[in-house]
């Protein structure tokens, strides 16, 4: 089954594991999929919006943390000699 | 002194508007108020930006997450209920660079998130996420001062959800004073309230949108000749006069106008608009008096236009030439000026919640037969206000001062047993003087 608003479309399925079922969503825009299993799902019955506008946090998915960012001039060679 | 310095703009505009002083109370207008580009540039200043305009009804946004864009002007305003049930309404611009962060006219969204930087937006306005926040824009941000923009006012009345771009602006309560107690005759018909028949319907006309109200505040007159065809065909009552037959009443200093009609005598027409038995039983306990309903009884057709721009049509009619029974239908409208000569008209249609469904359908036929882009009366009208603004906007026909003379001298009504200023018969003029008198003030503030 597809759900798709102007943000956004994902695909949600059930699928079956060896000895039981669970609940694939996956969005085929930004490429993550989960599958969720009936306790994850009934945990998600009693969230409010705040838990949806946290994981929304970061709009297009997860951001690595604790990246050591340089900027490019600390690729540029040192020197300043004739190249 | 010069008019065009108590109004600011050109010596045209101050022409206009004291041409409007002087001639009003004598029934004279100046055509061209009808399609000018100052005078558009002055009533978007002096009565869009600071009126109560209509947006959307309740029964629209049922559920948390529904949406719909309205307009007020050029403002695009997203018209949301939130995950806690209430509704609110929010400038549709994210406030990092500007994009529009909807883009659909309805939907069910928790979140909105811009296309253009990815700034994401809960339902109740609030930012709540920003791609690179910490590298972006470091450890001081604070996304609580970057919510979307609420619209300045928004208030309800009975399901009607109306906004206003001035913060100044009076309470909605008090914008529509006694044109209330008329609003009721609709929105109070039952205890469930009314619902809408689907989305609205909307299209351009290249007309003023003040040509357009005035057919649903006073102008009764011209069903005569700009509706005879339908007259001819069965499907409005056999007497040409019938919409004379009626109180025509006005809310002094509001500008708003309605139109009371029976129906003409000796039609064999059913009370109440023709609504089902069981429906014109139960208002007698949804109408919050009883005069609501003995005027409600005697009532086949009608009208409210509340200033500036937002009327609504409740006329019995029948909707085919085969179904043997009249049938009411309801029309909201909002005649939205999109320009000097052109309009966006919004058209809803309408029915009460609680109604059989065999009625419901009915309803539905009768309003897409007569109004909306397919009807029959809007078509009639469209094409007759079109060519009245072309002429209004003409070198010489910006000149022409037209007649709104009917019903002068006519003493009002005093057994009617509503509010406002009543007059006893339907062809008359004042509820328009008195809607010019109130855009006159406004446009002179």
Same mark, same amino acid.
């Given at each position: 089954?597809?759900?798709?608003?102007?943000?956004?479309?994902?695909?949600?399925?059930?699928?079956?594991?060896?000895?039981?079922?669970?609940?694939?969503?996956?969005? @085929?825009?930004?490429?993550?999929?989960?599958?969720?299993?009936?306790?994850?799902?009934?945990?998600?019955?009693?969230?409010?919006?705040?838990?949806?506008?946290?994981?929304?946090?970061?709009?297009?998915? @997860?951001?690595?943390?604790?990246?050591?960012?340089? @900027?490019?001039?600390?690729?540029?060679?040192?020197?300043?000699?004739?190249? | 002194?010069?008019?065009?310095?108590? !109004?600011?703009?050109?010596?045209?505009?101050?022409?206009?508007?004291?041409?409007?002083?002087?001639?009003?109370?004598?029934?004279?207008?100046?055509?061209?108020?009808?399609?000018?580009?100052?005078?558009?540039?002055?009533?978007?200043?002096?009565?869009?930006?600071?009126?109560?305009?209509?947006?959307?009804?309740?029964?629209?946004? +049922?559920?948390?997450?529904?949406?719909?864009?309205?307009?007020?002007?050029?403002?695009?305003?997203?018209?949301?209920?939130?995950?806690?049930?209430?509704?609110?309404?929010?400038?549709?611009?994210?406030?990092?660079?500007?994009?529009?962060?909807?883009?659909?006219?309805?939907?069910?969204?928790?979140?909105?998130?811009?296309?253009?930087?990815?700034?994401?937006?809960?339902?109740?306005?609030?930012?709540?996420?920003?791609?690179?926040?910490?590298?972006?824009?470091?450890?001081?941000?604070?996304?609580?001062?970057?919510?979307?923009?609420?619209?300045?006012?928004?208030?309800?009345?009975?399901?009607?959800?109306?906004?206003?771009?001035?913060?100044?602006?009076?309470?909605?309560?008090?914008?529509?004073?006694?044109?209330?107690?008329?609003?009721?005759?609709?929105?109070?018909?039952?205890?469930?309230?009314?619902?809408?028949?689907?989305?609205?319907?909307?299209?351009?006309?290249?007309?003023?949108?003040?040509?357009?109200?005035?057919?649903?505040?006073?102008?009764?007159?011209?069903?005569?000749?700009?509706?005879?065809?339908?007259?001819?065909?069965?499907?409005?009552?056999?007497?040409?006069?019938?919409? %004379?037959?009626?109180?025509?009443?006005?809310?002094?200093?509001?500008?708003?106008?309605? %139109?009371? !009609?029976?129906? +003409?005598?000796?039609?064999?027409?059913?009370?109440?608009?023709?609504?089902?038995?069981?429906?014109?039983?139960?208002?007698?306990?949804?109408? +919050?008096?009883?005069?609501?309903?003995?005027?409600?009884?005697?009532?086949?057709?009608?009208?409210?236009?509340?200033?500036?721009?937002?009327?609504?049509?409740?006329?019995?009619?029948?909707?085919?030439?085969?179904?043997?029974?009249?049938?009411? %239908?309801?029309?909201?409208?909002?005649?939205?000026?999109?320009?000097?000569?052109?309009?966006? !008209?919004?058209?809803?249609?309408?029915?009460?919640?609680?109604?059989?469904?065999?009625?419901?359908?009915?309803?539905?036929?009768?309003?897409?037969?007569?109004?909306?882009?397919?009807?029959?009366?809007?078509?009639?009208?469209?094409?007759?206000?079109?060519?009245?603004?072309?002429?209004?906007?003409?070198?010489?026909?910006?000149? !022409?001062?037209?007649?709104?003379? %009917?019903?002068?001298?006519?003493?009002?009504?005093?057994?009617?047993?509503?509010?406002?200023?009543?007059? +006893?018969?339907?062809?008359?003029?004042?509820?328009?003087?008195?809607?010019?008198?109130?855009?006159?003030?406004?446009?002179?503030?």
């Amino acid at each position: 089954m597809t759900l798709s608003n102007e943000f956004t479309t994902v695909i949600v399925e059930k699928i079956r594991t060896r000895n039981g079922e669970r609940l694939r969503i996956t969005s @085929p825009r930004l490429g993550y999929s989960i599958d969720l299993d009936p306790l994850e799902l009934e945990a998600l019955t009693w969230q409010t919006v705040d838990t949806f506008s946290r994981l929304l946090h970061t709009p297009y998915g @997860p951001e690595e943390e604790g990246v050591d960012v340089h @900027p490019l001039s600390d690729l540029v060679l040192f020197g300043g000699g004739d190249a | 002194m010069p008019w065009s310095k108590i !109004v600011g703009g050109s010596s045209r505009l101050g022409e206009l508007l004291e041409e409007l002083a002087t001639g009003l109370e004598q029934g004279l207008l100046p055509a061209g108020i009808f399609n000018d580009p100052e005078i558009f540039e002055r009533e978007k200043e002096k009565i869009f930006s600071r009126s109560w305009i209509f947006l959307a009804h309740t029964s629209e946004i +049922p559920s948390p997450g529904d949406y719909v864009l309205r307009y007020i002007l050029d403002n695009a305003f997203i018209v949301v209920r939130g995950e806690d049930g209430q509704v609110r309404a929010f400038l549709d611009m994210c406030r990092h660079r500007g994009m529009r962060v909807c883009r659909a006219e309805a939907g069910n969204a928790s979140h909105f998130r811009c296309p253009f930087h990815g700034w994401t937006y809960r339902n109740d306005g609030a930012l709540v996420g920003v791609p690179a926040e910490r590298e972006a824009f470091g450890e001081g941000f604070s996304k609580a001062d970057w919510s979307l923009l609420p619209i300045p006012k928004l208030e309800e009345f009975d399901g009607l959800l109306f906004g206003n771009l001035s913060p100044e602006a009076p309470s909605l309560k008090e914008w529509l004073g006694d044109a209330s107690w008329y609003l009721e005759l609709v929105t109070k018909r039952s205890h469930a309230g009314l619902e809408v028949l689907g989305p609205p319907q909307r299209f351009v006309v290249n007309t003023d949108w003040k040509l357009a109200l005035e057919t649903f505040i006073s102008d009764s007159y011209h069903t005569l000749m700009t509706h005879r065809s339908l007259i001819e065909l069965g499907i409005a009552p056999r007497d040409a006069k019938y919409a %004379m037959y009626g109180e025509q009443i006005h809310i002094p200093g509001k500008g708003h106008g309605t %139109m009371v !009609v029976g129906g +003409p005598p000796g039609a064999k027409l059913p009370p109440f608009w023709g609504y089902p038995e069981e429906m014109m039983e139960r208002a007698k306990t949804s109408y +919050p008096t009883r005069t609501h309903w003995e005027v409600a009884k005697e009532t086949r057709i009608f009208l409210i236009t509340l200033f500036p721009n937002f009327s609504l049509h409740n006329p019995i009619r029948k909707p085919d030439h085969l179904y043997p029974k009249p049938v009411p %239908m309801l029309t909201f409208r909002v005649w939205h000026p999109l320009g000097p000569g052109r309009i966006e !008209v919004v058209s809803w249609g309408l029915v009460e919640k609680d109604a059989p469904e065999w009625f419901k359908e009915k309803a539905l036929h009768s309003y897409m037969r007569f109004f909306g882009s397919s009807g029959t009366f809007e078509q009639d009208d469209t094409e007759i206000w079109s060519h009245v603004a072309r002429n209004a906007g003409s070198t010489l026909g910006r000149r !022409v001062l037209f007649n709104y003379q %009917m019903g002068r001298g006519v003493a009002p009504d005093p057994n009617w047993p509503g509010p406002g200023v009543a007059y +006893p018969i339907n062809f008359t003029d004042e509820n328009l003087r008195n809607f010019y008198r109130r855009y006159l003030e406004l446009m002179l503030d």
